[in-house]
């Protein structure tokens, strides 16, 4: 998520309204004041100033983050039950608004629920804050109630089962099922739909208490539950991690990103699809893709279908394997470089490092989409399941006009994109130091993954352009 709505909304349903869509869905678009190329050169000279100053300066192995313990005693666990109460509620609402409510996705609130308030908005949230959703995770919260009465009517084991977890298997559910909601997300047309977003869930809900059943919460959630380890992953990233049941533990931004190793090839796929599934959203909308899809018309039509499932899906398990490639390609110059390194080691050391950059992909697509449609939610808080209510008297309010425009959107993608690269340079030096030592190898280190930080700030800046900018042609900029 891996970032990551582009729900096509409206667009993508049939049986409602006509073509809209929430992300980037701008009237107009903005006209750059100089031409995107001089953006892209800038922005990768950022990346490459901030290695150099950071390569300059930071020359030694960094001393472990400086951390704060704070106790919140019975409070935290107040909150932590209040917060648990509230995550249960807006699943049922959720669910009871997809199947009973209406099935316009712009008058039912499952959808902004879904794609806005959670995937986007709490992704950002578990990102800058903490990772809150071990506290809101409705599934979570089922097993323990169902696991706490079965453990009163006399089994003292519960509802788990107890069976092994195979280790070969690890992560890999995770991946899977990151990837399959990435297609779920950009390239099916009802994803949007209240009703299939409903069963979707209800789908997952029983596939996600049965292998807590069978394997135990903690094991499931930990390598299969995408959910579980797509934001431990981007909590990771947080200021502020939990520490017992009782206190949190301030410390530097990105610095749980540094403090362990991802310990799997499985977890290093799964990054990696962090961050191109998002991009991947950005791509399929622009010309890149409509060339693409003609090619593969042309070359392989076995993979094209009418409805582009099948061409969706290749695309996006293709940038998903490239974006993998170019990371291990990376880490196998760094490898040869430094020589006495296994590759292995490399691959695993630098790999969470990258999660700033998903991050900054989330904000750069989703920014505009999480202002203009999140505040949707005031007015249909008051009429959720789209059937004229009016329960807290804000059904009829509705969002300033131009509040966030292509323009600013624009700013914001290029602003979150390079600090993205940046902050994941800084992180990826300092992991350097930590792995070799010495300032010169931690410098020869870093220059191939540094290398591979500006080709993905020139491509990203390329595939999020297109759907908000535009600019002058040769002939019109010289009759002016």
Request: aromatic share 12%; proline share 6%.
């Amino acid at each position: 998520m891996a970032a990551i709505v582009r729900s096509r909304i409206a667009a993508a349903i049939a049986m409602c309204a006509p073509a809209q869509a929430w992300s980037h869905a701008f009237d107009d678009r903005f006209d750059l004041p100089a031409p995107l190329s001089y953006f892209i050169a800038g922005a990768a000279a950022v990346v490459a100033v901030s290695f150099l100053i950071v390569a300059s300066f930071m020359r030694r192995a960094p001393s472990p983050s400086t951390q704060y313990t704070v106790h919140a005693g019975p409070v935290l666990g107040f909150a932590y039950n209040l917060a648990r109460l509230f995550g249960l509620l807006v699943f049922v609402i959720t669910i009871v608004a997809g199947l009973a409510g209406t099935a316009d996705p712009m008058m039912n609130i499952a959808p902004t629920i879904v794609w806005i308030a959670w995937w986007v908005g709490l992704s950002l949230f578990v990102a800058c804050a903490g990772n809150v959703w071990p506290a809101v995770d409705p599934w979570r919260t089922l097993f323990d109630l169902m696991n706490s009465v079965v453990r009163r009517l006399g089994m003292r084991n519960g509802m788990t089962l107890g069976w092994r977890y195979p280790q070969t298997v690890g992560t890999w559910p995770a991946v899977i099922l990151l990837l399959s909601i990435g297609w779920f997300e950009v390239v099916y047309p009802q994803a949007a739909v209240p009703h299939t977003l409903a069963t979707v869930l209800l789908v997952w809900t029983a596939a996600t208490l049965t292998g807590m059943v069978c394997f135990g919460r903690n094991i499931w959630q930990r390598n299969a539950d995408v959910f579980s380890v797509y934001f431990a992953t981007l909590g990771r990233f947080a200021p502020i991690a939990p520490r017992g049941d009782r206190a949190i533990l301030l410390r530097p931004p990105g610095s749980g990103l540094i403090d362990a190793d991802v310990g799997s090839v499985a977890m290093v796929a799964f990054i990696v699809a962090m961050l191109s599934t998002v991009l991947f959203d950005g791509l399929l909308g622009g010309p890149m893709w409509a060339l693409i899809q003609r090619k593969l018309a042309i070359t392989a039509p076995s993979l094209t279908d009418s409805n582009g499932y099948a061409v969706g899906a290749v695309g996006l398990i293709g940038v998903w394997l490239i974006f993998l490639l170019a990371y291990l390609i990376s880490c196998a110059v760094t490898t040869s470089l430094t020589r006495g390194v296994r590759f292995k080691r490399v691959v695993y050391a630098f790999a969470y490092t990258l999660v700033p950059i998903a991050v900054a992909y989330n904000i750069a697509h989703n920014a505009s989409n999480l202002v203009t449609q999140g505040e949707q939610l005031i007015a249909l808080a008051s009429d959720p399941l789209g059937v004229k209510w009016d329960l807290f008297g804000t059904a009829n309010y509705r969002a300033p006009i131009g509040l966030i425009d292509a323009r600013i959107t624009w700013y914001i993608a290029i602003g979150s994109i390079v600090a993205g690269h940046v902050l994941s340079v800084w992180l990826a030096h300092r992991v350097a130091l930590r792995e070799f030592r010495a300032a010169r190898p931690a410098v020869i280190a870093s220059l191939p993954l540094t290398a591979l930080m500006i080709i993905y700030t020139a491509i990203s800046l390329s595939v999020i352009a297109e759907p908000m900018v535009k600019f002058e042609t040769p002939d019109a900029v010289i009759s002016e």
